[in-house]
């Protein structure tokens, strides 16, 4: 499956001597699915139709979708005359004239231009043949839109991947680098007792406690196994594709956790240094993950 960013863009206008329609998506982040909708009127009925197949495209994002449309046949509006309001104006406007004894000069447009007389409304049509019409263009803008989102969505797994490799060169480093520690720390601490007591006053067996000790102390192997553990998973997840957003925050989440645990024990500048770098990389895949579906 596809890997897809939630930001994207798609149209699609259909066009002939009856009837023109063009719809738009768009979309930034969410957490969820979040859907605005701005159409005609006599679009309302279709709704549900509407966000089903929207549905069928998009699992999460902020999508905003427009849809315009124009008729341009006979039958698509009718003037529409009030009668009977026309003649009450009429009675009005000859009550006045009687009452205030003024000239009876009323004609036919100044009752035609009082409100309500002449209305022009549009003619209903039939849900169905709306729908056939709107189906194929909504379909094809979202086919457009989803395009857009694959084509963003393989730039963030080429940088993804990219940063987890960078990732798993600098474990690799504190995996080498571990062991180095311990071996300085005991010459050190040798070194040490011999300066204050000499070799006769060195004892091996508090020596291997002191070094054991601290050994525990500065031990990442279950850090560094998990983190080995999660590039791994993550890698899998942006290689298998689909709606993996989600996942892949909580995996950075766990990742950031072990990076900030090996950074707590770290007592050499080395992995000090290694560790920031770490969560450095970390924070720059959260924030390329919020753009994925």
């Known amino acids: 499956m596809d890997l897809k960013s939630m930001t994207g863009f798609g149209r699609c206008e259909v066009s002939n001597e009856i009837y023109r329609l063009s719809v738009e ?18 679009f309302n009925a279709l709704e ?3 966000r089903n197949t929207i549905k069928e495209y998009i699992s999460r994002g902020k999508v905003d979708l427009f849809i315009t449309y124009d008729e341009f046949g006979e039958g698509s509006k009718s003037l529409r005359l009030n009668l009977d309001l026309a003649r009450e104006y009429l009675d009005s406007m000859r009550k006045i004239c009687t009452e205030l004894k003024v000239d009876d000069n009323v004609k036919v447009t100044n009752i035609a231009s009082l409100p309500d007389v002449l209305v022009l409304s549009e003619e209903s049509e039939d849900d169905n043949e709306l729908w056939n019409r709107l189906n194929p263009a909504l379909t094809q803008a979202l086919t457009n839109f989803v395009a857009t989102r694959v084509s963003e969505g393989m730039n963030l797994k080429s940088d993804l991947l990219s940063k987890l490799s960078e990732m798993e060169s600098i474990v690799l480093r504190i995996d080498e680098r571990s062991p180095e520690i311990t071996a300085a720390y005991e010459q050190k601490l040798r070194a040490k007792v011999t300066e204050l007591l000499g070799t006769a006053g060195i004892d091996e067996s508090r020596i291997v406690q002191e070094v054991t000790m601290y050994s525990d102390k500065i031990c990442t192997d279950e850090e560094r196994v998990r983190l080995h553990s999660h590039i791994k998973n993550m890698r899998g997840k942006l290689e298998a594709g689909g709606s993996v957003g989600r996942e892949l925050d909580f995996l950075a989440q766990e990742m ?11 007592n050499d500048l080395i992995i000090s240094d290694d560790a920031i770098g770490l969560k450095t990389l970390i924070e720059k895949i959260r924030e390329q993950i919020q753009n994925l579906e």
């Open 25 to 42: 998506v768009k979309s930034v982040n969410s957490r969820f699915l979040d859907l605005n909708i701005k159409m005609p009127k006599k």
């Open 48 to 50: 549900a139709n509407i």
């Open 256 to 266: 950031n956790r072990e990076a900030n645990t090996t950074l707590s024990k770290a």
